[in-house]
T-cell receptor, first 112, second 110 residues
Framework: AQSVTQLGSHVSVSEGALVLLRCNYS??????LFWYVQYPNQGLQLLLK??????LVKGINGFEAEFKKSETSFHLTKPSAHMSDAAEYFC??????????FGTGTSLTVIP | NAGVTQTPKFQVLKTGQSMTLQCAQD?????MSWYRQDPGMGLRLIHY???????DQGEVPNGYNVSRSTTEDFPLRLLSAAPSQTSVYFC?????????FGPGTRLTVL
């Protein structure tokens, strides 16, 4: 069975501050892990993905995530938040690359 | 290359009405799925298909039907709409360990 837990349904950061969005997963096999971003009234866009290559994954818009097997975590970070980063972020896990299980999402607010 | 397209973008139904949400992809992906998105609940899988002629239930299939007659199309049918089906619906297709999403259909059932 696979599942994803996103800690914190709402996160607020000041512009220029570090962004840290937490994701822990459960999977019986080595997983594929993903972060998606959803801007208001839009669909989901892939930020980055881990597919068993390098454990530190770099994505679009300056985001990156580190796969830590010992902690079953895949936290999303960005060194300096921009106003344009305000959105909903979803972590997802898959063991086949086709069927995905999503977390409940974290809404990021960036304070000017 | 349009990716994943969904129609309509918005729909208002009365309780008991039926309708079909359309989804099409032009990437020749075998795997397609339907999700619903509700506040605080993330995306929940309704139905999915691993290829033409093959469909299966996801986490929340009740009240929805699907079919997959071609690789490109994966329509979602609501036979008798209920207010609990008010939601935003996303279709997705996947390949090479990446899922591509359509822009969504916002459905309101009165």
């Amino acid at each position: 069975a696979q599942s994803v837990t996103q800690l914190g349904s709402h996160v607020s950061v000041s512009e220029g501050a570090l962004v840290l969005l937490r994701c822990n997963y459960s999977s019986s096999v080595p997983p594929y892990l993903f972060w998606y971003v959803q801007y208001p009234n839009q669909g989901l866009q892939l930020l980055l993905k881990y597919t068993s290559a390098a454990t530190l994954v770099k994505g679009i818009n300056g985001f990156e995530a580190e796969f830590k097997k010992s902690e079953t975590s895949f936290h999303l970070t960005k060194p300096s938040a921009h106003m344009s980063d305000a959105a909903e972020y979803f972590c997802a896990v898959s063991n086949t690359g086709n069927q995905f299980y999503f977390g409940t999402g974290t809404s990021l607010t960036v304070i000017p | 290359n349009a990716g994943v397209t969904q129609t309509p973008k918005f729909q208002v139904l009365k309780t008991g009405q039926s309708m079909t949400l359309q989804c099409a992809q032009d990437m020749n992906h075998e795997y397609m799925s339907w999700y619903r998105q509700d506040p605080g609940m993330g995306l929940r899988l309704i139905h999915y298909s691993v290829g033409a002629g093959i469909t299966d239930q996801g986490e929340v299939p009740n009240g929805y039907n699907v079919s997959r007659s071609t690789t490109e199309d994966f329509p979602l049918r609501l036979l008798s709409a209920a207010p609990s089906q008010t939601s935003v619906y996303f279709c997705a297709s996947s390949s090479q360990r990446e899922q591509f999403f359509g822009p969504g259909t916002r459905l309101t059932v009165l």
